[in-house]
Antibody, heavy 117, light 107 residues
Framework: QVQLVQSGAEVKKPGASVKVSCKAS????????INWVRQATGQGLEWMGW????????GYAEKFQGRITMTRNSAITTADMYLSSLRSDDTAVYYC??????????WGQGTLVTVSS | SFELTQPPSVSVSPGQTARITCSGD??????VYWYQQKAGQAPVVVIY???ERPSGIPERFSGSSSGTTVTLTISGVQAEDEADYYC??????????FGGGTKLTVL
């Protein structure tokens, strides 16, 4: 099973942008969509968007349209999620997750993004 | 987009059966997935496509569907099952949505 390893915690000021990376441990993402999900402290899971690593096609939740971008590197071993115009309520743990045949079957360990002045 | 509604909490004693529901108008058309999330950990899928159980998930976890409501059933609940549970589904455009989550407390 693919293991997903995410980049480390980030602290950002309001209005800034953040990049969170997600790397496959031993294989590429090519056959499955990569999704991003976030979770504020004590809150539920919130789906943010998906990316087809092969084509680069993306689909974003309406809430994040205009602020979010998902990309992958040319070797298709790393997926990146960019979120701009950060606000305090963007403070959350951000997860990447692979959409396999049995749902989101592999998850990264999570990346804490803190937005604070 | 659409919404999935779960009860905020369910409490059962060890050995009893826990049932967690998930309701949504679109559920007659799309599959539902269930995730277990323990404190400080990433979610783990326990049921996919309404009723299927991934390998490694105990048999006491099962799923069912009836109309616009799907149910996660945990038979013979154990202390280790205490966690938050989330249902998930998609719409016709490929967007995903999670239910609000249900905290399962084992008394």
């Amino acid at each position: 099973q693919v293991q997903l390893v995410q980049s480390g915690a980030e602290v950002k000021k309001p209005g800034a942008s953040v990049k969170v990376s997600c790397k496959a441990s031993a294989d590429t993402f090519t056959n499955y969509h990569i999704n991003w999900v976030r979770q504020a402290t004590g809150q539920g899971l919130e789906w943010m968007g998906w990316m087809n690593p092969n084509s680069g096609a993306t689909g974003y939740a309406e809430k994040f349209q205009g602020r979010i971008t998902m990309t992958r590197n040319s070797a298709i071993t790393t997926a990146d999620m960019y979120l701009s115009s950060l606000r305090s309520d963007d403070t959350a743990v951000y997860y990447c997750a692979r959409a396999g045949n049995s749902g989101f079957d592999s998850w990264g360990q999570g990346t804490l993004v803190t937005v604070s002045s | 987009s659409f919404e999935l509604t779960q009860p905020p909490s369910v409490s059962v004693s060890p050995g009893q059966t826990a049932r967690i529901t998930c309701s949504g108008d679109a559920l007659t058309l799309q599959f539902v997935y269930w995730y277990q999330q323990k404190a400080g950990q990433a979610p783990v899928v326990v049921i996919y496509k309404d009723t299927e159980r991934p390998s490694g998930i105990p048999e006491r976890f099962s799923g069912s569907s009836s109309g616009t409501t799907v149910t996660l059933t945990i038979s013979g609940v154990q202390a280790e099952d205490e966690a938050d549970y989330y249902c998930q589904s998609s719409d016709s455009s490929g967007s995903w949505v999670f239910g609000g989550g249900t905290k399962l407390t084992v008394l």
